[in-house]
C-alpha cells in the first residue's frame, strides 16, 4: 500500500470518529459556551441565542435540551419576558422523561408563597414612645386622669388606669360649652371655661368654674360676663389660677391675669391688644414651683418661644427666642428644670435646662431625639409625658427612603433605609436624575436660612447636596427633572399660580405658564399643578383644575389631553410618553385609578383605589408595564386604632389584578422608582403619630427626684 493511500485512509479514519461523536457531547459543548455567557458574561441576549441553538437543534440529545430550555427560561425571567413561562411549561409538557428538570420548571411555575412584608413603622417603631388610645384632653399631674369634652359639650374625665369615662358636668343646652381644661397641681380640683350663647346685645358670655375631682366643690369664680376668659394653669398653692381675661369684645383689650380662686379677684400680669396679643397655649403655661413666675410659649404658630411672665406683675422677658421654634412643656418632677422641645439641632427633639430665678441656669440637655412636632397633654410628677403629634401634610413632617428593588418585580427586596437630611422631618419630592445618581427633592422649613426650601439635588455617591433657590414669592409644590437633566419644571402657588422653568445648574428661573393673573393659561387654570415634562424636553404636561394639559414650550401650543371634571392627583408619565395615569374620582366617588393615551387623551379606568386620605400617588415602572402605587387594607389596621397602614402595589397598565409588592409603611407617599429599576425613592408620612403618645424612663434620677425645697413652697 503506497504512503499516499495509508495517508487517505488515516483521514478518513480520523473524519469517521469525530462524525461519529455522541450529539450528547456537542450539545453539552454548545450549553457550557451558553452558561459562560450567561454567568460569566452577563450576556444574556448572546446566552438566548445560544440556548435556541441547542433548543431548535432535531438532533439534540433531549437530556441537553431540557437543560437548555430550562436555563432559557431563566433568562427571559431575569429580562421580564413573558417567553418564559412558555418555556418551563414546554418542559413539563413535552419532556417527561427527563424528571429532574421537570421539577425545576414546575417549582418555577409554582406560585411562591407570599413572603412577609418588610415593614417601616417609622414613629411606631423608632420612637421610644408608647402608642396608647386616648382622645386630646388634659392631663391630671398625677398621670390617673385626662381630662375632655364630655357628651353634648360638658366636662368628662377619663381614668387612665380603667379607661372609663365619668360625666362631671352634664351640659343641659346644646348652644352652651365648656372647655380650656387646667389641673390644680394636686390633681384633685378642675378650672375650665364655660361659654353661653350670645345674649340679646349679640356678645358671647362666659365665665370660670372650678370642681372637685369627685364632683363636689363646684363654684364660680368669674361670674358670667360680656367677656372670654380661660384657665391656664393653677399657682402650686393652689389659690390663684393663670386666665386670658378680655374684658370686652369690642374694646379690643386683653390680659393675662391672676384670679383669686376665694373671691375672684384679678391682677394683670399683662395687657395688650387682642388681635396682636401673644396668647399662652394650652397645655404650653405652668406656674413655676416657688410660683413667681409664668413660664408659656404662644400659641400662635408664627410666634414661638419661651416666655417668662412675672407673677407679681413686674414685667415679661423672653428665655428662648422663636429662631429654633422652642415650645414649653412644664416643669419637670425636681421643679429645677423645665422641658421644652426644640428644633434646635435639625430634629424635633425634647430637652431640658435648670432655669433659677426666671433665668436659664444652665446648658440645654436632650432628653429624647427626633420625636416629632408634638401637642401636649401633660407631663406627670411621675415625668411621663403625654402627647399628641401636630396636624401633619404631605408637604411637611416627612422623611425620604431609599429600598433596593427586584428589576423584574418590582418587589422590595430589603428594608428602606432613611436618606440622610439636614432637617429631619422635611424632606418631600423625590425625583431621579435621568442616570439614577442623583437624587433631587425639596427640603426646609420656612424661615429657617440654612434649610429654606428650595430644590436639594444630593449626590448619591458623595453625599454631597447642592441647592437651587431661584428666588421666587410663592410655596414650591411638586416639580419634575427633564430628561435630558438640564431643568425642572415646578409649579408654584401663592399670588397667581404659575409653571416655573428651572435651570439645573444655575438655579435661574423663568415662568412658564401663569406668570401674571392676565397671562394664566387656558380654561381653568386658577389652579396649575404636577407638571411633568415629555420626553422631547420641550414638551409638558400639567394638571389645570379638573384637566390634564400639555404645553409646547417653544410655541406655546396647549390643548387638553383629558377633562375628568373631578380633581386630578399624581399625574404621572409613562417613559416613553405614550401615556399618563392618575388618580380621580368618578361621578359616584369612587376614587380611581386612570389611564389615557397623550394622543387622543381618551382616559380608561384601571383600578378602584381604596385610599380616601391625600396619599394618592403613583410612578411608572422603567419599562412602562406596571404602575407602582400605595394604598391601605383591613390586613393593615394598626390594633386598638382605625389608623391603617399603608401598602406598595403594583399593577398591569393592561389591567388584571394588582400585586402586592412587600412593603408596609406608616404613609407611603410620592413613590418614584429608579430608571434602572432596582430602587424606590418615597417619601413616609407618619400618620400613626396622629395618635397619643407616651414618653416615659426619659428623665435623668435627678430631675425626677422632687426637691424638699420645691414641695414645701407648694
Known sequence: M??????????????????????????????QQGLAKERAAGD??????????????????????????????????????????????????????????????AARLAPAPPAPPITLLKKAAESPARLVDLPDGTLSPDGRHLAIAGAAGGLALRNLGTGQIRQLVVNADAEETCGN???????????????????????????????????????????????????????????????????????NSSQVALLSVEDGTVRA?????????????ANMTAVSPDGRFVMYTPAANDDKGIFVLATDGSGEQLLFGPTNHDVFLGWTPSGRSILFWS????????WTVEVVNGQIGGVPMRVSADLGPVTPLGLTDAGAFYYRAAAQTPSAVTDIYLA?????????????TLLPSRVAGHMTYPEWSRDGRELAFKLGIAGRASTGPGIWIRNLATGEDRRLDPHIDGDLGQFAWSRDGSGFIAAYTGGAPRLVKIDAQTGEAAAVIGAKPEQASGPGSGALSQPRWLPDGRTVLFVADTQVRQRRLDTGDERTIADMGQPIYSLAVSPDGATVAFFSPEANGKLMIWVAATADGRPRALLEHREKSRAKQLTWSPDGRYLVFSDRTADTKVPGTAILYSELWRIAVTGGQPEKL??????????????????LAF???????????VLDHFLSPIELRRAAASESRR
Open 269 to 281: 400680669l399683662k395687657t395688650g391688644e387682642t388681635k396682636t396679643m401673644s396668647w399662652p397655649g
Open 343 to 350: 428644633g434646635r439641632n435639625g430634629t424635633d427633639d425634647l
Open 44 to 105: 444574556l441576549d448572546a446566552a438566548i441565542q445560544i440556548y435556541l441553538r441547542i433548543v431548535n437543534d432535531t438532533g439534540a440529545d433531549r437530556a441537553v435540551v431540557a437543560k437548555a430550555l430550562v436555563q432559557l427560561a431563566g433568562c427571559y425571567e431575569k429580562l421580564g419576558s413573558p417567553e418564559a413561562r412558555k418555556s418551563y411549561q414546554r418542559v413539563i409538557d413535552q419532556f417527561k422523561d427527563q424528571p429532574e428538570m421537570v421539577a425545576v420548571a
Open 683 to 693: 417619601s413616609v408620612n407618619a400618620d400613626i403619630t396622629t395618635s397619643v403618645h
Open 662 to 679: 412587600g412593603l408596609v409603611a406608616d404613609s407611603i407617599i410620592q413613590p418614584a422608582v429608579a430608571p434602572d429599576g432596582r430602587y
Open 404 to 416: 433596593p428593588l427586584d428589576p423584574v418585580t418590582s418587589r422590595v427586596l430589603a428594608t428602606p
Open 2 to 31: 503506497s504512503v499516499r493511500l495509508r495517508l487517505v485512509l488515516a483521514v478518513a479514519v480520523v473524519a469517521a470518529v469525530f462524525a461519529a461523536r455522541p450529539a450528547a457531547q456537542q450539545g453539552y459543548d454548545v450549553f
Open 181 to 251: 381644661f387646667a389641673w390644680s397641681r394636686d390633681s384633685t380640683r378642675l378650672a375650665y371655661n364655660w361659654c353661653y350663647k350670645p345674649g340679646l346685645d349679640g356678645k358671647p358670655y362666659s365665665e370660670l368654674r372650678v370642681i372637685g375631682l369627685d364632683g363636689s366643690g363646684a363654684r364660680v369664680i368669674r361670674p358670667k360676663s360680656a367677656s372670654f376668659v380661660a384657665p391656664l394653669a393653677w399657682s402650686p398653692s393652689g389659690r390663684a389660677i393663670v386666665a386670658i381675661l378680655q374684658r370686652s369684645p369690642t374694646a
